[in-house]
T-cell receptor, first 114, second 115 residues
Framework: QKEVEQDPGPLSVPEGAIVSLNCTYS??????FMWYRQYSRKGPELLMY????GNKEDGRFTAQVDKSSKYISLFIRDSQPSDSATYLC??????????????FGKGTLLTVNP | DVKVTQSSRYLVKRTGEKVFLECVQD?????MFWYRQDPGLGLRLIYF???????EKGDIPEGYSVSREKKERFSLILESASTSQTSMYLC??????????????FGEGSRLTVL
């Protein structure tokens, strides 16, 4: 079983739709959960960051972490064509020493159609 | 803003050539990383470094080496390039300043083609 599983898509939605992106993981030691967004031919950039279980909201984006189910989600409300990108989940066991090493999902390609 | 600069965006090399990929960050970050990204395989960690002159193998170190002589610079070396090393290479850095999230800051990537 892979440590982090993410549906690669591709996912195509109309503008204004609510988008749900998900990852599951197997290692209960993960405590820090992130979503990165990667535009075509660019490096990934951090979109959302969550520590342990719970929800975090930032504008149209909401990140959810359910540690009991080992499941994390990213919701995008009122999706825009500019949201078209690959979304990568990532997680780590800590922020010190080798615990900081991130484990990434393979990414989901999202296209938002005008 | 943190900036991670990779020296070359696109390279074309021949099998057997020695290849250097350079990465420089300007935020005094302790940690630096090299990943490769391939369709269907995602991001895979090659090597990382927590301090000058220190390095640790990632998940796929075979065929690669690294050098970190200065804190701001982390180089990836392909001693004898092979076609299987055709890929997008991404450098990243992070720091442990109090209050920060330890997020990775990525460069724009270096797309290497080995013929």
């Amino acid at each position: 079983q892979k440590e982090v599983e993410q549906d690669p898509g591709p996912l195509s939605v109309p503008e204004g739709a609510i988008v749900s992106l998900n990852c599951t993981y197997s290692n209960s030691a993960f405590q820090y959960f992130m979503w990165y967004r990667q535009y075509s031919r660019k490096g990934p950039e951090l979109l959302m960051y969550t520590y342990s279980s719970g929800n975090k909201e930032d504008g149209r984006f909401t990140a959810q972490v359910d540690k009991s189910s080992k499941y994390i989600s990213l919701f995008i409300r009122d999706s825009q064509p500019s949201d078209s990108a690959t979304y990568l989940c990532a997680m780590s066991k800590g922020v010190g020493g080798s615990n900081y090493k991130l484990t990434f999902g393979k990414g989901t390609l999202l296209t938002v159609n005008p | 803003d943190v900036k991670v600069t990779q020296s070359s965006r696109y390279l074309v090399k021949r099998t057997g050539e020695k290849v250097f990929l350079e990465c420089v960050q300007d935020m005094d970050h302790e940690n630096m990383f090299w990943y490769r990204q391939d369709p269907g395989l995602g991001l895979r960690l090659i090597y990382f470094s927590y301090d000058v002159k220190m390095k640790e193998k990632g998940d796929i170190p075979e065929g690669y080496s690294v050098s970190r002589e200065k804190k701001e610079r982390f180089s990836l070396i392909l001693e004898s390039a092979s076609t299987s090393q055709t890929s997008m290479y991404l450098c990243a850095s992070s720091g442990f300043n109090p209050g920060n999230t330890g997020e990775l800051f990525f460069g724009e990537g270096s797309r290497l083609t080995v013929l």
